[in-house]
């Protein structure tokens, strides 16, 4: 559900676009609402109190969601073509001024004080797949021991990092309900992404040692029906995240090695390349 809300320039709750993306979400919380009534019975039954209040819901009505999305729509900004790092004032403020930022470990996330919007467990990601018989048969040792009529099988898989390995992430999204999200006071907005990247992946190796650097958007992985066996689990998510809409960072140490601490980094001041945003 949280994947289809958004705060739009008018401050006002709405859904996202019917886009391809909007639609395949919308397709999912169909799917969802159908299973709930073939559990339940109709709406609301199996709604209870557990499932709407396992988490505080995200106040996208606030006086902070109106000053985000009065002071976002003014940017003129258009998705995809900057890169937005969100926190408070203070942490944002030295990160425009000195190019000041921490590279967490992957295990970091999973802390519970942590809200619903940062917390998750990076490293690792279960998945489950519908194999046919033909499939079960490349798979087991004895494909004899298979029966004829056999329909699919789920299979669950635990994908699983290995090791520990840093992370930055940044969002793509220009969408206000972030502040709320994140619990942001203020932003810095970053125009030239390539430029970025390229002080950020220069002076991380300088600090890291011996690593594997991979950065990309972050691939965001429904577990009932993902589209790939092929997983990098520091650039993957559960899809519930991907309102997010994250570009990452990793660096993987080597050799690989159970937990690493973090390590804060200075860029230099970004101004000519970054706006700050303080709302």
Same mark, same amino acid.
């Given at each position: 559900?949280?994947?289809?809300?958004?705060?739009?320039?008018?401050?006002?709750?709405?859904?996202?676009?019917?886009?391809?993306?909007?639609?395949?979400?919308?397709?999912?919380?169909?799917?969802?609402?159908?299973?709930?009534?073939?559990?339940?019975?109709?709406?609301?039954?199996?709604?209870?109190?557990?499932?709407?209040?396992?988490?505080?819901?995200?106040?996208?009505?606030?006086?902070?969601?109106?000053?985000?999305?009065?002071?976002?729509? /003014?940017?003129?900004? %258009?998705? &995809?073509?900057?890169?937005?790092?969100? *926190?408070?004032?203070? $942490?944002?403020?030295? #990160?425009?001024?000195?190019?000041?930022?921490?590279?967490?470990?992957?295990?970091?996330?999973?802390?519970?004080?942590?809200?619903?919007?940062?917390?998750?467990?990076?490293?690792?990601?279960?998945?489950?797949?519908?194999?046919?018989?033909?499939?079960?048969?490349?798979?087991?040792?004895?494909?004899?021991?298979?029966?004829?009529?056999?329909?699919?099988?789920?299979?669950?898989?635990?994908?699983?990092?290995?090791?520990?390995?840093?992370?930055?992430?940044?969002?793509?999204?220009?969408?206000?309900?972030?502040?709320?999200?994140?619990?942001?006071?203020?932003?810095?907005?970053?125009?030239?992404?390539?430029?970025?990247?390229?002080?950020?992946?220069? /002076?991380?190796?300088? %600090?890291? &040692?011996?690593?594997?650097?991979?950065? *990309?958007?972050?691939? $965001?992985?429904?577990? #009932?029906?993902?589209?790939?066996?092929?997983?990098?689990?520091?650039?993957?998510?559960?899809?519930?995240?991907?309102?997010?809409?994250?570009?990452?960072?990793?660096?993987?140490?080597?050799?690989?090695?159970?937990?690493?601490?973090?390590?804060?980094?200075?860029?230099?001041?970004?101004?000519?390349?970054?706006?700050?945003?303080?709302?």
């Amino acid at each position: 559900m949280l994947n289809m809300l958004t705060v739009t320039p008018e401050a006002k709750i709405g859904l996202l676009q019917m886009d391809r993306v909007g639609a395949e979400l919308m397709e999912k919380w169909t799917h969802a609402l159908e299973e709930m009534v073939q559990r339940y019975g109709p709406y609301p039954a199996g709604f209870d109190r557990d499932i709407l209040h396992s988490e505080p819901f995200p106040d996208f009505a606030s006086e902070l969601a109106q000053k985000a999305a009065d002071r976002m729509s /003014k940017l003129e900004l %258009r998705k &995809g073509e900057v890169f937005i790092k969100l *926190g408070k004032r203070k $942490y944002m403020e030295a #990160l425009f001024a000195a190019g000041q930022l921490r590279l967490q470990p992957g295990s970091f996330f999973s802390n519970p004080d942590h809200n619903q919007a940062v917390r998750d467990d990076e490293m690792s990601l279960p998945l489950s797949f519908m194999l046919t018989r033909e499939q079960i048969i490349r798979l087991v040792q004895n494909p004899e021991d298979v029966p004829p009529n056999v329909t699919e099988q789920r299979l669950d898989i635990q994908f699983e990092s290995g090791a520990d390995f840093w992370l930055y992430c940044v969002t793509q999204s220009i969408d206000p309900r972030l502040f709320v999200d994140f619990n942001a006071d203020a932003c810095v907005v970053i125009r030239d992404r390539r430029k970025f990247s390229q002080r950020l992946l220069d /002076k991380a190796k300088g %600090r890291l &040692g011996t690593t594997e650097a991979r950065q *990309g958007r972050a691939n $965001y992985v429904d577990p #009932l029906l993902p589209k790939s066996p092929k997983i990098f689990v520091p650039l993957s998510k559960p899809f519930g995240y991907a309102y997010q809409d994250e570009f990452r960072f990793c660096w993987l140490p080597k050799p690989p090695v159970k937990q690493v601490g973090h390590v804060d980094l200075e860029l230099g001041p970004l101004e000519d390349i970054a706006e700050l945003i303080i709302l």
